[in-house]
Every structure is written in C-alpha cells, then in structure tokens.
C-alpha cells in the first residue's frame, strides 16, 4: 500500500466516525433527559407543596369547626346564665367535683368504687374552662349506673355528660363515663 491510499483510508475513516456521531446525537439526548428529570423533580416537589397545602385546609377547617363549637357552647353558657338570673355560683368553681360524683355512686346502690379522674380544657382568650371528669366502671347493671348518672346531674349545676359508651362483659356492663362542667377561670 502507498502512502496516498493510508492517507485517504485515515481521512475516509475520519469523516466516517464524524457522519457517525452525528447520526447520534448525544448531546441532544443528555439535554432531553436532563429536562425530563428537572420536570419530574419539579412535578414532585408540586405534588408534595399541594399535599401540604391540603393538609393545612383540612387542619383550618378542623379548627374552624371546634371554634364554632366553642362559640355555640359560650352562646348556650350565657343564655343559660341570663336564664338563671344571673346566678354567681352557676358557673363557680366545684372543688369537691370529683368526690360528690363519686359519692352519689353508693347512693344509686353501686356497690364497687368507680374510677374516677379529673381535667381540664382551656379555651384561649376565654375566661371559662371545662372541667372533664371521666369515670369508668365494671361490672354493674345498667339501671343503678344510670341513677347514679342522674344523681351527679342533679347534685352538681352545670354538669353534663360528654361521652357515655357501655360494654357487656361476662358478668354485666362495663361504662365509661365522661361529664364535663364549665367554670369560670380564677
């Protein structure tokens, strides 16, 4: 082989390599899935700022309804007390709550102790708290713990129940009760 022939296999090789790498073009595939990953980094990072977003909604609407609630307690509070006379005491601090629940539970005719633990839920900005009051007790029948009921209702002003759930058990019921007053705050 002479030395024109070398020359011109090398430059036919050249220019075939070069028609080579421009029938695939990399350069335009890198910068293709360089802006597909930035789209699906963006379309994730979208995604996740709408998840928080809507939970954040749904947190305002939770709050927004337990304010309205709390705005409906407060309306039937003061209607209650506008009803009453204004009486001072209505609305006054129990100190003996826990005990005069528990006191009227023999005088239903419940012969076992309930157990009973006490609370409190502030509201800020309001000068009432709620005192909650849970009592749980087993192995009773309905109608002693529901004049038992009665006589806490009776003997402390202001007490209502929040939560009552029964359970059968193997020898009788099983109650849960939750009471709640609402005071003014000292």
Same mark, same amino acid.
């Given at each position: ?6 020359d011109v296999e090398t ?21 293709c899935v360089a802006v ?10 979208? $995604? ?74 502030? $509201? ?21 713990? $529901? ?17 009552l759930t029964m359970r ?19």
């Open positions: 082989m002479n030395r024109r022939t070398r430059m036919l090789s050249a220019l075939a390599s070069s028609a080579d790498r421009a029938n695939k073009p990399t350069a335009v595939v890198v910068f597909l990953g930035a789209s699906l980094i963006f379309a994730m990072w979208s $995604m996740n700022a709408a998840g928080a977003a809507s939970r954040d909604y749904e947190r305002t609407l939770r709050e927004y309804a337990n304010v309205e609630r709390l705005a409906q307690v407060l309306e039937h509070i003061q209607r209650e007390r506008a009803e009453s006379g204004d009486e001072p005491d209505i609305y006054a601090r129990e100190p003996r709550l826990l005990s005069t629940i528990s006191q009227a539970a023999p005088m239903a005719g419940i012969d076992r102790t309930p157990t009973i633990t006490g609370s409190r839920e502030t $509201m800020p900005g309001s000068p009432l708290v709620r005192q909650i009051v849970t009592a749980q007790i087993d192995r009773q029948d309905v109608a002693s713990v $529901m004049e038992w009921i009665t006589i806490a209702l009776r003997d402390i002003p202001g007490l209502h129940i929040i939560r059968p058990t193997n020898n009788g019921w099983q109650f849960q009760i939750r009471f709640g007053r609402w005071e003014v705050q000292e």
